[in-house]
């Protein structure tokens, strides 16, 4: 078995690795190895052929390959190791990694610290829970995206799509486009949950229509789908009697959500938070075993992948400290709670001993709710407030807060959101 | 008999106010017709008449308002099949490569006869076998005297060597009743008394349970001991150590594979439309792929054996399909439970005719809750319903409470293929000459697989008389290499050797292309997506073949030199792409040219 010595790996290729692996190296570690499990780096952007990536990066609107390739020329240029089509098998505390591929084989990788950027998964139909039989011709909208844009096929002639989120308001256009009828759109909820650009530039633009609080109760066919049942529901999502309506149809996209992929960090025992599905943080993105960070959409599904790389750099300059020896963990951190209104806040925890001058604090507010105010406090204490028209669950928010503002023996940070 | 029939379905409420037809043949066959209500109405007097001490068994022409079972009329597809002259000529066909059809297939490999065995599906183990949840039963439950009786009890002792020679898992956990009513404890400590004195052999109804080795009786201490996540405080437990564990398509296919490896030859995509029967005797069947000349035919057709028989004028009994719906948990509970776990004394299990259900596991680590048992009227109606989810979770939640429904990774519904006797019908047809009837193998028909098997060669022998030993028979299937239950030094080793093995396709269950290909290029080669999945785990993880799915497709498509728009994920029209999107694609009312640019 191969063995390898590193002071940073990266486990994950896409945007929040790139970004963690490049601001590492930037930041003093000699030694980083990407770890990919796909044939080429960038994740799921390399499928992500449409626009609108990177506004806040790069005041561009890039393609999401476009996106990618920006991380991927520098992780070349700065000579960072990357090994592709090779899977991570096993982690252990003692921040060892079991890799393979088939050119090395099994690789035992010692590393100094890892960082752990693994992603999100799709929801299937089974936590959703369709009723009906298991015919082809139900498919999660990413595996559309890629038949459609990386393959070349079409996975049918007429679609519906199920959920409104960001990847099937974007499938909807893509596969109008592409010659495939799309008969709607259905979201259970009663308001959308993809951002509100796309739903004008995918929908709207396309006469497609959107149908709230209606979903997808009925699978038929047996070994080719031939159609589905939809039906409105009540404000438990429950189906109501007598709107039940049969649409033929030969592909059903579900675009039902996004789960952070965190199989890897759980063999590892890390604390996890279960509202946003991932690993508890704290300011250096560092899960809480010592050395082990997570970025991106391992940690919590974020809606712009801006955000991701944003995480990815603090992971990386945390993992470059750890291994210098520059972040004290000695001292008690001091918990971010989400207040009123906050569904779920990350990080989690700040040791404001490490921390930088500001530290952003992301968040998801719990309702759509206009003309608001973001207070932090802290113990109480208001230290931060900025108002905002609109906030709206599908779209994630970040605050600065200021290092100043946050007293030594504090012991809790609360973001809330309150209308006016 | 008649008479007493009438009077039994007047007598019962539910069914007194309709016109219900009774005729009885002089073989003691009654035959049921006339229109009820509901459909469960129609499975109810079925199971009613059943009951009448002298019937042998019943066919049940009966109907339910709105209910149609439209007769499929095979005369043209026979016709053309017939005249396009393929044919072949065997000693026995088997209709049907489920895990009986396969079973079969391995046991008269065993002797010096050519059999062909044909399935309609595009693989092995494509209809009730894929859907089962793998118990091995022990034999406690089935009703002494009865067939399931007898070939359980031999059956859960043979797969011991089954899983040795054919190079499947097979573990051994045991099945825990557990018990928290007094009342039941009371029971089962009586059990134990008739067990150990022998007394049991004195009561008709124990006679089978006096049969079954193994059985332990627990304490509250020692269930808590042996299933910490059990949930409140139960009394005590009642172990029955020799229930086992298996994947059941992995036996179907192991049998299959053996058998082929042995000279059998298996037609898949081969649909048995017609019996060919001359002079009272079967002279072969006629298929959509042509026609096959045998002396013996063996109908082991699942929910259509009851179609067979009738194909051959022999027919004798219905098949009442029996939908039983399956959740499986993500494997992050592996561990969780050791031994599939019910509840004893389950009132709905005695209503729908099941041993009961619970709490399963899966030799690969899976926590399984079910089965349901619906009545439907449809052989094809796998559909999976609120209600069927209600009652699995239910089930599960009896057992454990701990164990979320937000945790099910998927769910899926099989057949059973139950007639109204509620047993095996494994016997050489009483019209037909050369005709062998395995029908109504419902539970535990996987655990008496290799037993009804030996049955079958029996009545095989009775019909040809003497079968030769095949002196070339060789009872070891190699079993390909599964990566992830390799050690990491191992795993290296292996891709050393065959850097496809190095290459990970499926991520949450861990398959390799390795395996993938050696799926491919089986004895019994997988063609579909969901045939690579039964024989190698790909796609049957969390994600449900999210990311797994599109690659799988394209190394079948590349494997077996197909464009991957012909490839399927069950056979058929299961297409999972429409088109090539370069090439100009037909829409309905006119079409789209694409230009390459």
Redesign the interface.
């Known amino acids: 078995m191969k063995e390898l010595s590193v002071d940073v790996a990266v486990i994950g290729g896409g945007p929040a690795g790139l970004a963690a692996a490049i601001e590492a190296k930037d930041q003093g570690a000699d030694h980083v190895i990407i770890l990919e499990r796909d044939v080429e780096l960038g994740g799921i952007l390399q499928q992500c052929i449409h626009d609108g990536f990177g506004l806040h990066r790069f005041g561009k609107r890039l393609s999401g390959c476009g996106y990618a390739h920006h991380f991927i020329e520098s992780v070349a240029e700065k000579a960072i190791d990357v090994k592709l089509k090779t899977i991570v098998l096993e982690i252990t505390d003692q921040k060892i990694i079991y890799a393979m591929n088939e050119v090395d084989g099994m690789m035992k990788i010692t590393c100094g610290a890892m960082i752990l950027a693994m992603g999100c998964r799709e929801r299937t139909r089974s936590q959703v829970f369709i009723w009906g039989t298991r015919p082809s011709g139900v498919l999660t909208a990413g595996t559309v995206q890629r038949y459609i844009n990386m393959e070349g096929y079409l996975p049918g002639q007429k679609a519906v799509i199920l959920g409104s989120g960001d990847i099937g308001l974007i499938m909807a256009r893509r596969m109008t486009l592409e010659g495939i009828e799309v008969e709607g759109v259905y979201e259970v909820m009663e308001s959308p949950g993809g951002l509100t650009r796309n739903i004008s530039q995918c929908l709207k633009d396309f006469q497609i229509p959107m149908h709230l609080a209606t979903t997808v109760v009925r699978i038929h066919g047996n070994k080719k789908l031939e159609g589905v049942t939809v039906a409105q529901v009540d404000e438990n999502r429950q189906p109501i009697q007598g709107t039940q309506r049969f649409i033929p149809c030969d592909l059903l996209v579900l675009a039902v959500g996004l789960i952070p992929e965190n199989e890897l960090s759980r063999q590892l025992e890390v604390e996890m938070d279960s509202r946003t599905k991932g690993p508890i943080v704290d300011e250096h993105f560092m899960t809480s075993i010592p050395g082990v960070f997570a970025a991106g959409n391992v940690v919590t599904v974020f809606d712009l992948v801006d955000y991701v790389s944003l995480t990815g750099e603090i992971a990386g300059r945390g993992a470059a400290k750890f291994i210098q020896g520059k972040l004290n963990l000695q001292m008690p951190a001091k918990d971010v709670l989400p207040g009123d209104s906050v569904n779920f806040v990350v990080p989690q925890r700040i040791r404001t001993v490490n921390a930088e001058d500001s530290i952003p604090i992301y968040f998801r507010v719990k309702k759509e709710m206009r003309k608001v105010e973001v207070t932090a406090t802290v113990d109480g204490q208001v230290c931060m407030r900025k108002k905002h028209a609109i906030a709206l669950p599908p779209e994630m928010m970040v605050e600065t807060i200021q290092l100043e503002k946050i007293h030594e023996d504090a012991r809790e940070l609360r973001v809330s959101v309150k209308v006016g | 008999m008649k008479n007493k029939i009438m009077k039994v379905i007047q007598e019962n409420k539910s069914l007194s106010g309709y016109k219900i037809g009774v005729s009885v043949s002089s073989e003691q066959i009654v035959t049921l017709t006339g229109q009820v209500d509901e459909w469960q109405q129609v499975v109810d007097c079925g199971h009613l008449v059943a009951r009448v001490k002298g019937v042998r068994n019943i066919v049940n022409d009966m109907t339910a308002k709105g209910i149609v079972i439209p007769k499929r009329d095979r005369s043209k597809e026979i016709q053309r099949a017939i005249e396009n002259g393929k044919e072949t000529t065997c000693d026995i066909v088997v209709i049907g490569a489920g895990v009986i059809g396969c079973a079969i297939a391995r046991e008269l490999a065993k002797y010096q006869v050519s059999t062909i065995v044909v399935e309609k599906n595009s693989d092995v183990a494509e209809e009730a076998t894929k859907a089962n949840n793998g118990n091995i039963h022990p034999g406690v439950l089935a009703k002494p005297g009865t067939l399931k009786a007898k070939l359980n009890l031999k059956g859960n002792q043979m797969y011991t060597q089954l899983s040795k020679d054919l190079n499947f898992e097979l573990q051994r956990p045991g099945s825990l009743n557990v018990i928290y009513k007094k009342s039941e404890w009371r029971k089962m400590k009586a059990l134990e008394v008739m067990k150990k004195t022998g007394l049991g052999h004195l009561v008709p109804q124990m006679r089978q349970v006096m049969k079954v080795p193994g059985l332990k009786w627990l304490t509250s201490q020692e269930v808590k001991q042996m299933e910490p996540h059990l949930k409140g405080n139960p009394i005590g437990g009642f172990w029955m150590t020799t229930m086992g564990l298996v994947e059941p398509y992995e036996v179907c296919i192991a049998l299959a594979e053996n058998a082929v490896e042995n000279g059998t030859e298996f037609r898949l995509n081969t649909e048995v439309l017609d019996v060919l029967v001359e002079n009272g005797r079967t002279v072969g069947v006629v298929t959509n792929q042509g026609v096959i000349r045998s002396e013996i035919v063996i109908n082991a057709a699942g929910v259509y054996t009851d179609t067979i028989a009738e194909m051959a004028g022999d027919r004798f009994f219905t098949i009442h399909p029996r939908r039983g719906a399956i959740a499986i948990i993500d494997k992050?509970r592996k561990g969780f439970l050791k031994t599939p776990a019910g509840i004893r004394g389950g009132k709905e299990a005695k209503k729908n005719n099941t041993k009961g259900g619970g709490a399963s596991v899966t030799p690969e680590g899976n926590l399984l809750w079910g089965p349901t048992a619906v009545e439907i009227p449809w052989k094809?109606?796998?559909?999976?319903?609120?209600s069927d989810?209600d009652y699995i979770t239910k089930l599960g939640m009896s057992v454990t409470n701990e164990v979320k429904r937000?945790e099910?990774?998927?769910?899926?519904a099989g057949i059973r293929a139950a007639d109204y006797m509620e047993d095996f019908i494994i016997e050489r047809s009483r019209k037909v000459g050369g005709l062998i009837h395995v029908a109504g193998i419902q539970s535990p028909g996987l655990a008496s697989a290799p037993a009804i098997a030996e049955m079958v060669a029996g009545l095989v022998n009775q019909e040809r008389g003497g079968l030769m030993d095949n002196p070339n028979f060789n009872p070891i299937r190699k079993a390909k290499p599964q990566f992830r239950h390799l050690s990491?030094?191992e795993?290296?080793q292996l891709?050393?050797k065959n850097?496809?093995y190095?290459?990970?396709i499926c991520?949450?269950e861990?398959i390799t292309e390795g395996e993938i290909l050696d799926a491919i290029h089986s004895t019994i080669p997988a063609t579909t997506v969901d045939a690579v999945k039964r024989r190698t785990r790909s796609g049957m993880g969390?994600?449900?073949g999210?990311?797994c799915?599109?690659r799988v497709l394209?190394i079948l498509a590349r494997e077996l030199e197909k464009e991957?728009?012909e490839i399927?994920?069950?056979?058929?029209?299961?297409?999972?792409?429409?088109?090539?999107?370069?090439q100009p694609?037909v829409?309905e009312g006119g079409s789209?040219e694409r230009i390459e640019c």
């Open positions: 992050s094809e109606d796998k559909s999976v319903e609120a989810l937000s099910i990774i998927t769910f899926f990491h030094q795993q290296d891709i050393q850097a496809k190095g290459n990970i991520r949450c861990l969390r994600c449900q999210g990311f799915g599109p394209e991957p728009t399927t994920l069950k056979g058929n029209e299961s297409y999972i792409l429409k088109a090539d999107s370069r694609i829409v789209h």
